[in-house]
């Protein structure tokens, strides 16, 4: 009983600290707007946050993408630009939608949506059997105009 109470404390520190490190780098991503670097930047915000500095999890990958607002305003995610990192901001494949290209015209900006893939590894009990716990905490967010 005290190893499972150990065992969901840690994955619930987890899983927080995935929902601040996806939050910080939402933030960076609408104050950077279509700075050359901006994806860099985002992805150096969760690599410094508690999710990025544990060992307690893994993050297997970080994806910054556009969203297309529909008529009823929904947000979808765009199947084609879509960046995806390795923790330490190396590219999975190539960069489909760059930073530079983002609009961030006052009445137009862009929607972007980040998520953040983890994977936690049981540290005990029967559960080592299931295999590791995978998921993902997503923010999306409206960048921040820098042209008037």
């Known amino acids: 009983m005290l ?83 390795l923790l330490n901001g190396t590219p999975m494949g190539s960069i489909a939608w760059p930073s530079s290209t983002r609009n961030v015209t006052n009445g137009n900006m862009d929607f972007l949506g980040i998520t953040v893939n983890y994977r936690y590894d049981w540290k005990s009990g029967i559960l080592l059997a299931a295999g590791p716990f995978l998921s993902n905490q997503t923010y999306f967010i409206r960048l921040e105009p820098q042209t008037y």
Do not use: C, H, M, W
């Open 3 to 85: 190893f499972a109470v150990l065992e969901g404390s840690l994955l619930l520190f987890v899983v927080g600290s995935a929902r601040f490190g996806a939050g910080e780098a939402a933030r960076e991503a609408s104050e950077a707007g279509n700075a050359v670097d901006a994806d860099q930047r985002i992805v150096l915000q969760i690599r410094e946050s508690a999710i990025g500095t544990t060992s307690l999890a893994k993050v297997t990958s970080v994806e910054i993408y556009k969203l297309n607002e529909q008529p009823d305003g929904t947000l979808i995610k765009d199947a084609v630009k879509i960046n995806r990192y």
